[in-house]
């Protein structure tokens, strides 16, 4: 089992940064890729980004290309996802979620373990 513990969503203005954190704990001593999705109210859950198990491959969804980047340490069991010129569009709910393996994984149903989720709201 792994543990996933989001952290650092809130409110900002368009325009402005967020970096939201992911702590990962439990079985954490086996390879796994990682990744952000997230979620508006009324729409499904969309891949955001997630980045291999050594950390040297990332991927974007093309909408946050540019703006987002995702990041890991191993050491800390932590996950990144730094993101400037926010959007309205960009609010949702956040989630973390873990792919048990070392490649790279793009699906909702790839992942194995997910975090709870933290809001982001972006204001016009």
């Known amino acids: 089992q792994v543990q996933l513990v989001e952290s650092g969503g809130g409110l900002v203005q368009a325009g402005g940064s967020l970096r939201l954190s992911c702590v990962a704990s439990?079985?954490?001593?086996?390879?796994?890729?990682m990744g952000w999705f997230r979620q508006a109210p009324g729409k499904e859950r969309e891949f955001v980004s997630t980045?291999?198990?050594?950390?040297?491959?990332?991927y974007y969804e093309d909408s946050v290309k540019g703006r987002f980047t995702i990041s890991r340490d191993n050491a800390k069991n932590t996950l990144y996802l730094q993101m400037n010129s926010l959007k309205p569009e960009d609010t949702a709910v956040y989630y973390c979620?873990?792919?048990?393996?070392?490649?790279?994984?793009?699906?909702?149903?790839?992942?194995?373990?997910w975090g709870q989720g933290t809001q982001v709201t972006v204001s016009s």
């Open positions: 979620a873990v792919a048990l393996g070392s490649g790279m994984y793009y699906y909702l149903y790839e992942y194995d373990y």
């Open positions: 439990g079985r954490t001593s086996i390879n796994y890729a």
């Open positions: 980045i291999n198990w050594i950390g040297d491959i990332t």
